[in-house]
Protein backbone atom coordinates (compact mmCIF):
# COMPACT_ATOMS: atom_id res chain seq x y z
CA UNK A 1 0.00 0.00 0.00
CA UNK A 2 2.62 2.42 0.77
CA UNK A 3 4.06 2.12 -2.66
CA UNK A 4 0.20 2.62 -4.36
CA UNK A 5 -0.15 6.03 -2.44
CA UNK A 6 2.41 8.00 -4.30
CA UNK A 7 0.86 7.08 -7.69
CA UNK A 8 -2.59 7.54 -6.29
CA UNK A 9 -1.72 11.23 -5.33
CA UNK A 10 -0.40 11.81 -8.53
CA UNK A 11 -3.11 10.68 -10.11
CA UNK A 12 -5.51 12.81 -8.09
CA UNK A 13 -3.40 15.69 -8.58
CA UNK A 14 -2.84 15.28 -12.89
CA UNK A 15 -7.17 14.61 -12.64
CA UNK A 16 -8.34 17.70 -10.65
CA UNK A 17 -5.38 19.75 -12.80
CA UNK A 18 -7.55 19.11 -15.84
CA UNK A 19 -10.86 20.16 -14.76
CA UNK A 20 -12.57 24.15 -14.98
CA UNK A 21 -13.97 25.35 -11.70
CA UNK A 22 -16.73 27.41 -11.33
CA UNK A 23 -18.16 29.90 -8.73
CA UNK A 24 -21.83 31.69 -8.57
CA UNK A 25 -21.33 35.59 -9.02
CA UNK A 26 -22.59 38.63 -9.45
CA UNK A 27 -22.10 40.44 -13.18
CA UNK A 28 -20.49 44.13 -13.23
CA UNK A 29 -24.57 45.05 -13.68
CA UNK A 30 -25.93 42.80 -11.14
CA UNK A 31 -27.01 39.97 -13.18
CA UNK A 32 -26.53 36.29 -11.53
CA UNK A 33 -23.27 34.45 -13.31
CA UNK A 34 -20.13 32.96 -13.29
CA UNK A 35 -16.43 32.86 -12.54
CA UNK A 36 -15.07 30.33 -14.84
CA UNK A 37 -11.83 29.27 -14.25
CA UNK A 38 -9.68 26.66 -17.04
CA UNK A 39 -6.26 27.06 -15.33
CA UNK A 40 -2.85 25.32 -15.77
CA UNK A 41 -1.39 23.46 -18.73
CA UNK A 42 -3.98 20.79 -19.98
CA UNK A 43 -6.25 23.70 -20.33
CA UNK A 44 -7.18 26.26 -22.65
CA UNK A 45 -9.84 28.86 -23.33
CA UNK A 46 -12.08 26.24 -25.28
CA UNK A 47 -12.66 24.78 -22.16
CA UNK A 48 -13.65 27.71 -20.20
CA UNK A 49 -16.26 28.30 -23.23
CA UNK A 50 -17.16 24.89 -23.21
CA UNK A 51 -17.90 25.13 -19.59
CA UNK A 52 -19.69 28.45 -19.96
CA UNK A 53 -22.24 26.23 -22.68
CA UNK A 54 -22.96 23.86 -19.96
CA UNK A 55 -23.65 26.63 -17.44
CA UNK A 56 -25.72 27.91 -19.73
CA UNK A 57 -27.81 24.95 -21.23
CA UNK A 58 -26.74 25.67 -24.75
CA UNK A 59 -27.80 29.23 -24.44
CA UNK A 60 -25.69 32.31 -25.29
CA UNK A 61 -24.28 34.12 -22.91
CA UNK A 62 -22.17 37.48 -21.82
CA UNK A 63 -18.45 37.39 -20.92
CA UNK A 64 -17.36 40.61 -19.00
CA UNK A 65 -14.14 41.78 -18.25
CA UNK A 66 -12.36 41.99 -14.45
CA UNK A 67 -11.83 44.79 -12.88
CA UNK A 68 -9.42 47.06 -14.31
CA UNK A 69 -8.97 44.77 -17.65
CA UNK A 70 -10.30 46.16 -20.63
CA UNK A 71 -10.89 42.76 -22.21
CA UNK A 72 -12.22 39.77 -20.94
CA UNK A 73 -9.66 37.61 -21.68
CA UNK A 74 -6.31 39.41 -20.28
CA UNK A 75 -7.84 37.69 -17.15
CA UNK A 76 -5.24 35.20 -18.88
CA UNK A 77 -2.04 35.45 -16.65
CA UNK A 78 1.49 33.89 -16.24
CA UNK A 79 2.18 32.87 -12.75
CA UNK A 80 5.08 31.46 -11.33
CA UNK A 81 5.28 29.31 -8.61
CA UNK A 82 8.70 28.24 -7.60
CA UNK A 83 10.43 26.24 -10.50
CA UNK A 84 6.84 25.63 -12.75
CA UNK A 85 4.95 28.65 -14.58
CA UNK A 86 1.20 28.33 -15.28
CA UNK A 87 -1.28 30.08 -17.26
CA UNK A 88 -4.49 31.68 -14.87
CA UNK A 89 -7.37 32.08 -17.26
CA UNK A 90 -10.47 32.80 -15.89
CA UNK A 91 -13.69 34.68 -17.04
CA UNK A 92 -16.85 36.21 -15.72
CA UNK A 93 -20.31 35.24 -17.58
CA UNK A 94 -24.01 35.47 -17.80
CA UNK A 95 -26.04 33.31 -19.25
CA UNK A 96 -28.82 35.24 -21.42
CA UNK A 97 -32.23 34.57 -21.92
CA UNK A 98 -34.74 32.00 -19.59
Known amino acids: MSQLFPILVTSLMLALAGCTSTKKTTTP ?3 PG ?3 ECSGRPLSWEDCFTRAG ?3 SGRSYDVYPHEDD ?3 FIAARRQRQGDSS ?3 RRMVIACKGS
Do not use: K
Request: aromatic share 6%.
Open 54 to 56: ELC
Open 70 to 72: EDP
Open 86 to 88: STV
Open 34 to 36: YTV
Open 29 to 31: DGR
